[in-house]
Every structure is written in structure tokens, then in C-alpha cells.
């Protein structure tokens, strides 16, 4: 298994662009998280899936964030109307549920920064 | 809300032993999770306590204290490759029982 893959790595957008990361977790893994990071902070949840099911959003996720994941694998990220407080690292992460930690297995993430 | 402290910066030189704190305020408390991230790296999970008490592993030892509401990870035998960010995080309720992170901790490791 080659963990939780995200693409693109980075991606540069003017203001007003719509863009979509995409994410692949672990194969066996049911739980896919999105959590978004700026610099010198740690990850802020945005929202969770159980399966194909979005079960939670974070009220940092305003109407032009979309997130999908509708076969229960991969997943996506839309940012619409992208402002320049959208740029900061997007990271995906996966878990079993299973793990009595809960742990999550991050993602190196996708880098935005909008001009 | 939740709310996490931990402080922003450590030093220390190789060899040495590391503790970084973190306190916490939140509700519906499940436990504390440490991880690490190197620049431009994925966080990585360290530790989980749910319980009061020590857990270790390896090098790494992390602390858990709910009537404290306090927490902290300890480094022993600190080795450059130790040069990170180490983050806090409370896991809470809903059905995500996400994580909540703290702002981390930027450990320098000195030769």
C-alpha cells in the first residue's frame, strides 16, 4: 500500500478560479477526513466521510467549498470563487475506524496559493 | 469550543531529553494525540492516551493527566532527524471524533 495520496501537489490559481484537489486513501480504509493548514498551525478539520456518507462540516467550510467522495474511495475538494485566505495546505487523511487511537493517516497535502 | 496550548518553539542538542506540554480545554474529551510533521511532510501519528498515565514507545513517551487537563510528549535520546513540528491534538465528539490540533511545537535538535 502506498498511503494516502492527494494531487495535485501544488497548484497556483488566480482569485476567482475554481479548483479541485483530489485525494486517494488507503484502500481498506472506510474514513476520509479533510483538514486544511496554514502556516505555523496545525491541521483545522474541514469536513469527514464514512464510506460514500458526508457526516460532518466544519463551519470553516462555506458554500463555496464542495466535497465529495461517491464510491466511498477517492475523494474530491471544489473550491469555487477561490479567495487569497483559501491558500494554505490541504491535507487528506484516512482511518480504518477500527483503531481504538484514531489515528489518522495523513496525506502529504496539496498546496494552494491564490494570487 | 476546544482550545489546545503548547508551546511554540524548543531546543535542545542531540542526545538530550525533550518534554513539550500541552493543556487543553474542551468537552466531550476521548483522549490526546501527539503527531509529527517535518517540513513539507505529512503529520505522522506519534501517541494516543485515552486513559491517565504513561504510554512509551520507543523513544517516545506521552503523558496524559484528565483532571489536569494536561498532556505532554517526551523525546529521549533527541537525534537530528527529531527536527520537527510535533502537534497536540484532542480527539472529541460528533461521529468523525475528529481531531482537534493545538498550533505544535517547532523542535530544533542541535548537534
Redesign the interface.
Known amino acids: 500500500d502506498t498511503g494516502v495520496s492527494q494531487d495535485p501537489r501544488h497548484k497556483i490559481t488566480k482569485r476567482g478560479q475554481n479548483v479541485t484537489f483530489r485525494c486517494d486513501p488507503i484502500s481498506e480504509h472506510n474514513r476520509l477526513y479533510w483538514y486544511r493548514q496554514t502556516l505555523g498551525q496545525g491541521p483545522e478539520f474541514l469536513t469527514y466521510f464514512q464510506n460514500e456518507a458526508q457526516l460532518e462540516k466544519s463551519r470553516l467550510l462555506s458554500d463555496r467549498f464542495s466535497a465529495e467522495r461517491p464510491k466511498g474511495s477517492f475523494s474530491t475538494l471544489e473550491i469555487q470563487r477561490t479567495e487569497q485566505g483559501d491558500s494554505a495546505m490541504y491535507l487528506c487523511a484516512s482511518s480504518s475506524g477500527t483503531s481504538s487511537s484514531g489515528e489518522l493517516f495523513f496525506g502529504e497535502g496539496s498546496r494552494l496559493t491564490v494570487l | 469550543g476546544q482550545s489546545l496550548e503548547q508551546p511554540s518553539e524548543v531546543t535542545a542538542v542531540e542526545g538530550a531529553i525533550v518534554q513539550i506540554n500541552c493543556t487543553y480545554q474542551t468537552s466531550g474529551f476521548?483522549?490526546l494525540?501527539w503527531y509529527q510533521q517535518h517540513d513539507?511532510?505529512?503529520?505522522?501519528?506519534l501517541s494516543?492516551n485515552?486513559l491517565d498515565g504513561l504510554e512509551e514507545t520507543g523513544r517516545f513517551s506521552s503523558f496524559l493527566s484528565r483532571s489536569d487537563s494536561y498532556g505532554y510528549l517526551l523525546l529521549q535520546e533527541l537525534q537530528m532527524k527529531d527536527s520537527a513540528s510535533y502537534?497536540c491534538?484532542v480527539?472529541v465528539g460528533?461521529?468523525?471524533?475528529?481531531?482537534?490540533?493545538?498550533?505544535?511545537t517547532q523542535l530544533t535538535v542541535l548537534p
Open positions: 476521548y483522549g494525540s513539507g511532510g505529512a503529520p505522522t501519528f494516543y485515552a502537534f491534538a480527539r460528533g461521529s468523525a471524533r475528529q481531531l482537534t490540533f493545538g498550533s505544535g
